[in-house]
């Protein structure tokens, strides 16, 4: 399977109308098509290598313990089965390319058993779908856009499944892009060590700490960063939903979470200099906010009398309700078990 894998990526590239060449093109961001597929591939094997400790960790029993039916870790076998193709797809590509694929690394994730698992699951796939849809602006060779874009609707389904197990709505009219910087600033905290030329190409924002459990539309919420004392002028909160932005002044440690422009599904808000999102002027973040009310009637994958969800990551927050949010703070596993508590 692998040699047919590794015939149909270089069929496929060979196709392309610049093939090798176009990988050394440089964008106006500085970045290449190589460096920007080498930066999805540090996020496939950071999945991959998730699902394959989980799916070691945790049996059909311990599904079902946790109140799922046993086809739940069947489709997650699946999906990681999905991640080591990406993974395989991707390594191939660059070196047909003539570029060094990044390895593995050695990570740590913080969850504890299968409801924690499958509420970081929904987090990593959410901001794996962010990942792909905000480095698209970036990639020039039509045949790598292609290919990325693949890969972006295959991690869509991915988490509309987790989504849907956690009882959260799998439906949402808008992704929300983020950039690779940010994208890096959330997944900072899960490597552990990486071999040389293997680490995380860029250089995360401060990490921004949601540390309120009550994160709703209209609420206030409490947000904190190193050195956040020092720092002068207007500051704000941006938050990131599908494709819009909406912002509120950020003060004494806290911001007003917007009522506008905000949509379902996950979300992103840093502290910002200005008030719009931009690298340039992020001073800490992103954190996670989830902008859905969670549907407890239970769904497919829930077995007759347990649990259709379960959510729960490193994050800091939240409570049910009608616009229920949940907060994930950015700068480690430390929430983890609080957070997966009050959500379960």
């Not at 993974?87 to 003539?98: D, E, I, N, P, W």
């Not at 009310?293 to 497919?300: C, E, L, Y």
């Amino acid at each position: 399977m692998k040699a047919a894998l590794a015939t149909a990526v270089l069929a496929f590239f060979a196709a392309g109308s610049t093939q090798a060449a176009a990988v050394e093109k440089r964008q106006s961001s500085g970045l290449t098509d190589a460096d920007i597929l080498n930066f999805a591939l540090v996020l496939e094997h950071l999945e991959a290598t998730f699902y394959s400790q989980a799916l070691s960790n945790f049996t059909e029993s311990d599904f079902e313990k946790a109140g799922y039916s046993s086809n739940v870790r069947a489709n997650i076998e699946q999906i990681g089965n999905d991640e080591n193709q990406h993974v395989q797809f991707l390594t191939s590509a660059l070196s047909a390319a003539g570029a060094t694929p990044v390895k593995a690394c050695d990570y740590k994730f913080g969850y504890t058993d299968v409801s924690s698992f499958l509420a970081l699951s929904q987090v990593l796939e959410g901001v794996g779908v962010s990942a792909y849809l905000g480095a698209a602006q970036y990639v020039s060779n039509p045949a790598y856009l292609t290919a990325a874009a693949s890969i972006l609707t295959a991690e869509a389904r991915h988490n509309a499944f987790i989504r849907l197990m956690n009882s959260y709505s799998p439906f949402v009219a808008f992704d929300t892009p983020l950039t690779p910087t940010a994208v890096q600033s959330i997944a900072t905290p899960f490597f552990s060590s990486c071999p040389d030329g293997s680490a995380p190409p860029f250089t995360a924002f401060p990490a921004a700490n949601l540390t309120s459990s009550n994160a709703t539309m209209g609420s206030t919420i409490q947000v904190s960063y190193a050195n956040s004392s020092s720092a002068e002028g207007q500051r704000y909160c941006v938050f990131l939903s599908g494709l819009q932005q909406a912002v509120s002044p950020y003060n004494n440690g806290s911001c007003t979470i917007p009522t506008a422009n905000l949509t379902t599904g996950q979300a992103y808000g840093v502290i910002s200099s200005a008030q719009t999102f931009n690298d340039s002027t992020v001073l800490a973040g992103p954190f996670v906010l989830n902008l859905d009310s969670k549907n407890n009637t239970g769904f497919s994958g829930a077995s007759s009398g347990g649990k259709g969800t379960s959510v729960g990551s490193n994050a800091a927050a939240a409570t049910t309700g009608a616009a229920t949010k949940l907060g994930f703070a950015a700068s480690g596993l430390l929430g983890v078990a609080a957070f997966a508590a009050l959500l379960l």
